[in-house]
Every structure is written in structure tokens, then in C-alpha cells.
């Protein structure tokens, strides 16, 4: 399934929070007075959020900046949201009297990742990224995978699509990152390979 399905059913924001299903998988997104269910991630949606993460981390965590988070619940200017990947800023996270995170995210991310699906459109990510930018956050970046571009998108309104040889770029949040286009799309590809002829041992290989 490439395009959300929509639950149609008339409830505030405040009532939709409430519920008791909105993080079960696949989560439930608040969107312009509606719940949609999103969109389950296949195998290349996965693996370039899940590499996305660790690099935002790797760079920001050692210096205290903050950190990268996969499909984190952001509620704010009347939509609660599911992003593929979030990065906060240490400033906003938010933790409580003993220093432990608090759950929920009242605020923007301040990196939004929007990565496709197949066959989804695109129009829609994009829809997600300008509200976003629009509302607080500083950076959004849409990933294609299948198409193999990229978009960043940011809080002055403006969208730009990167050249093949070009990289996202964390300013002015994170003054330094830089990945490019051209290692996001290489996370696609598989790095350990078993030779043909090899059976595998150990759980799961040839019973002795």
C-alpha cells in the first residue's frame, strides 16, 4: 500500500491524542482535521532511516547538539505527525524532574525526513515538509529513493533539489554535517554478501 489510508472519522486533536491506537503499528497521523494510518516501510525506506539516524548521531551526540530519532511523534500547529526521522536539538528535548525523557513532543522537529515509498506521491511528502518548515521547523529534507533524488526544504519557503554530486548539509543547526547524495543512495546496497556457493552455518544452516 502506497498511499495512506484515511479514516474519516470527525474528532479535535485533543480527542484524537487520546486514543489508545494512535501508536500501534502502523502509527495514526492527525492531519487537517482527519486520522490517517501511515504508510508501512519496506526494505530501502528502512535502511536509509535507520543509517540517516546513526550519522545525525554520530556527529551530533559527541558535542551534546542532540539527536536523531525514527518515527517520532511531533504534535504542534494542530496536526500530530509521524516523520520518518526527527532530529531535536538538545534545547528541546524535553525531560522531567529526574532527567528522564519526557515522552511526548509537543513542538516541531527541527529536522524533518520525509523518505518515499513506492509508488507514493510525492506531492503529498512535500505537503508535509512545507507545513512543517512553515510552523517552526528549520530544515526538511524528502528522500526518494526509487526516483533517487533528493529535496531540502526550508523555513523561508524555498525548495531546492540537490544535484547528484551535491549533499544535505546541516546548517545553520548543525554547523559541519555533510552527507552526500551520492552515500545516502549507497546505504541501499548490500554490503554482506555470502558467496553463492557458501551454505550457512550456525542457527539456521544445514542440519549436521
Given at each position: 500500500?502506497?498511499i495512506?489510508?484515511?479514516?474519516?472519522?470527525?474528532?479535535?486533536?485533543?480527542?484524537?491524542?487520546?486514543?489508545?491506537?494512535?501508536?500501534?503499528?502502523?502509527?495514526?497521523?492527525?492531519?487537517?482535521?482527519?486520522?490517517?494510518?501511515?504508510?508501512?516501510?519496506?526494505?530501502?525506506?528502512?535502511?536509509?532511516?535507520?543509517?540517516?539516524?546513526?550519522?545525525?548521531?554520530?556527529?551530533?551526540?559527541?558535542?551534546?547538539?542532540g539527536?536523531?530519532?525514527?518515527?517520532?511523534r511531533?504534535?504542534?500547529?494542530?496536526?500530530?505527525?509521524?516523520?520518518?526521522?526527527?532530529?531535536?536539538?538538545?534545547?528541546?528535548?524535553?525531560?522531567?524532574?529526574?532527567g528522564?525523557?519526557v515522552?511526548?513532543?509537543?513542538?516541531?522537529?527541527?529536522?524533518?525526513?520525509?523518505?518515499?515509498?513506492?509508488?507514493?506521491?510525492?506531492?503529498?511528502?512535500?505537503?508535509?515538509?512545507?507545513?512543517?518548515?512553515?510552523?517552526?521547523?528549520?530544515?526538511?529534507w524528502?528522500?526518494?529513493?526509487?526516483?533517487?533524488?533528493?529535496?531540502?526544504?526550508?523555513?523561508?519557503g524555498?525548495?531546492?533539489?540537490?544535484?547528484?554530486?551535491?549533499?544535505l548539509?546541516?546548517?545553520?543547526?548543525?554547523?559541519?554535517?555533510?552527507?552526500?547524495?551520492?552515500?545516502?543512495?549507497?546505504?541501499?546496497?548490500?554490503?554482506?554478501v555470502?558467496?553463492?556457493?557458501?551454505?550457512?552455518?550456525?542457527?539456521?544452516?544445514?542440519?549436521?
Amino acid at each position: 500500500m502506497s498511499i495512506p489510508s484515511r479514516v474519516r472519522t470527525p474528532l479535535t486533536l485533543e480527542q484524537f491524542l487520546r486514543l489508545p491506537e494512535i501508536d500501534e503499528h502502523p502509527a495514526r497521523e492527525y492531519i487537517d482535521g482527519k486520522v490517517e494510518v501511515k504508510v508501512a516501510a519496506q526494505k530501502k525506506h528502512c535502511m536509509i532511516q535507520k543509517q540517516l539516524v546513526m550519522s545525525l548521531d554520530a556527529f551530533a551526540e559527541p558535542a551534546f547538539l542532540g539527536m536523531a530519532l525514527p518515527e517520532l511523534r511531533c504534535t504542534f500547529a494542530g496536526r500530530s505527525i509521524v516523520p520518518d526521522v526527527v532530529f531535536l536539538l538538545s534545547d528541546h528535548i524535553d525531560v522531567n524532574s529526574d532527567g528522564e525523557l519526557v515522552n511526548e513532543t509537543f513542538r516541531p522537529p527541527d529536522i524533518h525526513v520525509e523518505i518515499a515509498s513506492p509508488d507514493q506521491p510525492a506531492k503529498r511528502n512535500r505537503e508535509r515538509l512545507q507545513f512543517s518548515t512553515a510552523n517552526g521547523c528549520t530544515l526538511g529534507w524528502f528522500i526518494d529513493p526509487e526516483r533517487r533524488t533528493v529535496e531540502v526544504f526550508r523555513a523561508d519557503g524555498s525548495r531546492t533539489r540537490l544535484a547528484d554530486d551535491g549533499a544535505l548539509e546541516g546548517e545553520p543547526l548543525l554547523p559541519g554535517y555533510r552527507v552526500t547524495v551520492g552515500t545516502v543512495f549507497g546505504w541501499l546496497k548490500l554490503r554482506v554478501v555470502r558467496p553463492r556457493d557458501e551454505e550457512p552455518t550456525g542457527p539456521g544452516g544445514p542440519m549436521s
